[in-house]
């Protein structure tokens, strides 16, 4: 049992390059989440997705797009990375009607923008 | 809107010492709360959690935290720490009819010998 699989750990891009950061859950949650964490800042919402077919912005969405592709997966995307969006990237899922759970989060991806 | 603070940036405690890791919440109803512990290099694994019930609420690793509504807060403890208990905590708090969750800026634990 896997639980959030996040892909990859670490990744340095150049300004204005591209990329997509990939999440999968094994568990069968409905609804999952992409935060970043800054040293200070704790953990900002980026986007989730209550459900299949859904997605909703969160805290700190500028800059950054999602895809729910089913069930199991939600990617980040970042269409022309900018030096402040060097973080750590946090994927986290829950199932429905399951508030007093908690998240599951993935091990994260570390990226760096120069 | 939902918020939450640690006021303690970094603790240091000595190994078998007691720990207190504060959090105080911002919501306008009753909040699920929850503490999770990050280990470097390390996702986020939760601790324990409170959304109803009695206030004292027991969690892994032998930590134990209490809702006092009174006073907004949800504060962790540990009667003895352990070398391993070394990482950051984040509280965090979620609304009952929704379940963004928002976290705290952390504290971190340092133990020394």
């Known amino acids: 049992n896997a639980g959030v699989t996040q892909t990859p750990k670490f990744q340095v891009l150049k300004t204005g390059q591209s990329m997509t950061l990939q999440c999968a859950q094994d568990m069968n949650h409905n609804s999952m989440y992409w935060y970043r964490q800054d040293p200070g800042m704790g953990l900002r919402l980026i986007y989730y997705?209550?459900?299949?077919?859904?997605?909703d912005k969160g805290e700190v969405p500028n800059g950054y797009n999602v895809s729910r592709l089913n069930k199991r997966e939600f990617s980040l995307r970042l269409e022309s990375a900018a030096p402040s969006q060097t973080s750590v990237y946090f994927c986290a899922s829950r199932k429905q009607g399951a508030r007093g759970d908690g998240y599951t989060f993935g091990s994260g991806t570390r990226l760096t923008v120069v | 809107a939902q918020s939450v603070t640690q006021p303690d940036i970094h603790i240091t405690v000595s190994e078998g010492a007691s720990l207190e890791l504060r959090c105080n919440y911002s919501y306008g109803a009753t909040p699920y709360l929850f503490w999770y512990v990050q280990s470097p290099g390390q996702g986020l694994q939760l601790l324990l959690k409170?959304?109803?019930?009695?206030?004292l609420v027991q969690g892994i690793k032998g930590f134990e935290a209490e809702f006092k509504r009174s006073q907004s807060s949800f504060n962790l403890r540990k009667p003895s720490v352990h070398w391993s208990d070394a990482a950051e905590y984040f509280c965090a708090v979620g609304p009952s009819n929704d379940y963004k969750l928002s976290f705290g800026a952390g504290t971190t634990v340092t133990v020394r010998a």
């Open positions: 409170y959304f109803s019930g009695d206030t």
């Open positions: 997705s209550a459900s299949e077919g859904t997605t």
